[in-house]
């Protein structure tokens, strides 16, 4: 039995951006799904225990739990976090970071620095 390739959950309540992230993941060998909110997503994981993203980028403003919300509840769960947002706010940075997101990225980023960011969370070597 193989091993299982490693995927991203994109949260984002603007569905085009999550439909555009998941391309460019897709673009470079790299496994996406995406939820419209957080609500979804950890409806997800918790009606599918064997549900195990290699990572997650969360919006930071969304309707209902907002991606600082999510992270906190994925706290402890070993899941590689990065955060994105249209609205960067210092504070609401220093808080993402200090809660272990492994990237902060504001829109709209650079396609080479997220895909990049990904890879280092899901522990790919970037080929040459």
Known sequence: MGIAKPFVAVVDDDESVGRAIRRLLHSVGIDADTFSSGDEFLDTLASM?????GCVILDIQMPGINGLE???????SGVPVILI??????T????????????????????????KTVQAALGITPSP
């Open 49 to 53: 225990p064997s549900y195990h993203p």
């Open 70 to 76: 999510v992270q906190r509840r994925l706290a402890g």
């Open 92 to 115: 609401v940075r220093d808080q993402a970071l200090a809660l272990g997101a492994v990237g902060y990225l504001r829109k709209p980023f650079n396609d080479s620095i997220l895909i």
């Open 85 to 90: 947002t249209a609205h960067d706010d210092v």
